[in-house]
């Protein structure tokens, strides 16, 4: 069996598919949904250079009856088949999308409790009062005096909680990507 497999196609066959599927699982972690088009139909173009390995893969009949009578003999096992990979497909990207958001959600937590410690709140009550000095609008003038008060004091009292003053100061911190 092993001198088969090391002196015919199917060396080479595997190799390819073992490359190829490499090459796409790396082409999707990068985003690079060409890329792993590309190297799809490169392999699929690939496979058409080892015609003695088709029965390895289940494709055996294809060269005999031709690619519309395998696909009408077939038809039932083809959908089961890409049902299967929609399914699991779905199945990725929801476990997936919930490891991203986790990601996320840590971020900002971590985020959230670096800019409440103490000397961060000093920082921004600072920052905010210096923007008040420079600004002409009064009230923009008033709301930056206002939380640079509501800072001073949260870190005063030890910080690392997000009272309701302190709440706008960090929805404008945040929604200018973490930084004033």
């Known amino acids: 069996m092993w001198h088969d497999f090391f002196s015919?196609?199917?060396?080479?066959?595997?190799?390819?598919?073992i490359a190829q599927s490499g090459l796409v699982m790396w082409f999707v972690r990068n985003d690079s949904l060409v890329g792993a088009s590309l190297s799809v139909l490169s392999m699929l173009a690939g496979l058409a250079f080892f015609p003695s390995q088709s029965e390895s893969v289940g494709l055996g009949e294809?060269?005999?009856?031709?690619?519309?009578?395998?696909?009408r003999t077939h038809f039932g096992?083809?959908?089961a088949g890409l049902g299967s990979y929609l399914l699991i497909g779905l199945a990725w990207a929801s476990f997936r999308?919930?490891?991203?958001?986790k990601d996320l959600r840590h971020q900002y937590d971590e985020?959230?409790?670096?800019?409440?410690?103490?000397?961060?709140?000093?920082?921004?009550?600072?920052?905010?009062?210096a923007q008040?000095?420079?600004?002409?609008?009064?009230?923009?003038?008033?709301?930056?005096?206002?939380?640079?008060?509501?800072?001073?004091?949260?870190a005063a009292r030890?910080?690392?909680?997000?009272?309701?003053?302190?709440?706008?100061?960090?929805?404008?911190?945040?929604?200018?990507?973490y930084r004033f």
């Not at 015919?8 to 598919?17: C, K, N």
């Not at 294809?62 to 696909?71: A, I, K, N, P, R």
């Not at 999308?97 to 958001?101: C, Q, R």
């Not at 959230?112 to 000397?119: G, M, N, R, S, V």
């Open 8 to 17: 015919g196609e199917a060396f080479w066959f595997w190799t390819l598919i």
């Open 111 to 129: 985020r959230k409790t670096d800019w409440l410690a103490p000397a961060s709140l000093l920082n921004t009550a600072q920052f905010l009062r």
């Open 77 to 79: 096992a083809i959908v």
């Open 62 to 71: 294809l060269h005999s009856l031709g690619f519309w009578l395998f696909l």
């Open 158 to 177: 030890g910080g690392h909680v997000l009272t309701t003053d302190l709440k706008p100061v960090w929805k404008e911190f945040v929604e200018h990507g």
């Open 132 to 154: 008040a000095a420079c600004v002409d609008d009064e009230p923009l003038k008033q709301r930056y005096s206002y939380w640079a008060t509501a800072c001073a004091e949260a």
């Open 97 to 101: 999308w919930w490891l991203y958001v």
